[in-house]
């Protein structure tokens, strides 16, 4: 489990490699709207946003993540409710992965 921090001036954290069923953690410092989580499809990525722990579900299971199929990109929305906004990914398998502000 790693966890990155993104201050205030930072505008999101660079390509890094998920561990399999591990989950790693993106703080921003200052409060953001949006923030986009890319992908390089290497593997389906689960991403939460709400500070709970994403898991990658069971085939037919339901999941409160957010799933990036493989090779895709997504632009999530970022509650502005707490003084730390967190984004949470696991993947079954090791993608490049970046998180970074949305504008």
Do not use: C, H
Not at 12 to 22: F, H, P
Not at 47 to 59: H, I, L
Not at 76 to 95: C, F, H, Q, W
Request: glycine share 8%; charged share 15%.
């Amino acid at each position: 489990m790693a966890t990155y921090t993104a201050g205030a001036s930072d505008n999101g954290i660079g390509s890094w490699t998920l561990t399999a069923n591990q989950v790693d953690t993106v703080a921003f410092t200052a409060n953001i709207t949006r923030v986009r989580v890319i992908s390089d499809g290497a593997a389906d990525v689960y991403v939460t946003f709400d500070g709970t722990d994403p898991a990658v579900p069971a085939a037919g299971a339901a999941t409160r993540a957010v799933r990036i199929p493989a090779g895709g990109q997504a632009v999530l929305e970022v509650d502005m409710d707490n003084p730390v906004d967190t984004v949470k990914l696991i993947s079954a398998g090791t993608p490049k992965v970046s998180v970074e502000r949305a504008f």
